[in-house]
């Protein structure tokens, strides 16, 4: 990743630090004012190779900086930055249902409808038994 660059989806940062002197204990990187995060990294001779996978879809579209940096005990190096635009596509929301006050009345109105008519019927059927039961308990 250069200076510039357009950057999209999971991408991979990569680069080089070298220490003067001690050993590299860890370099870490950020994207803006974020907290520094752990890179991971490997010793390739006087060389620390690094890389981060980047997941540009957790920053907002637009201009930002990556600073990385290199820690070998209390010492840090200073911040190497790039910036970058990050362009991301525009993700559809899903499609929401407008609910005018006529819908809510016309679904309300066949909810009422709906239960008169349950209500209706299963009372009939009830009748129906219950009269059986007494026509069969009378005498003939």
Known sequence: ??????????????????????????????????????????????WYNWSIILDTNRYDNGNHTIAVRAISGEMHSFEYRVNVLINNPKVQSKRQIELSPSLIFGIITLVVIGTAGFYEYHTKKLSRVIRKKILKRLPK
Request: glycine share 10%; net charge positive; with cysteine.
């Open 1 to 46: 990743v250069k200076d510039n660059d357009c950057l999209s989806g999971s991408v991979k940062v990569s680069g080089r630090a070298f220490a003067r002197r001690g050993e590299i204990e860890r370099i870490e990187f950020r994207v803006d004012n974020g907290s520094w995060t752990d890179a991971r990294f490997k010793k390739n001779g006087k």
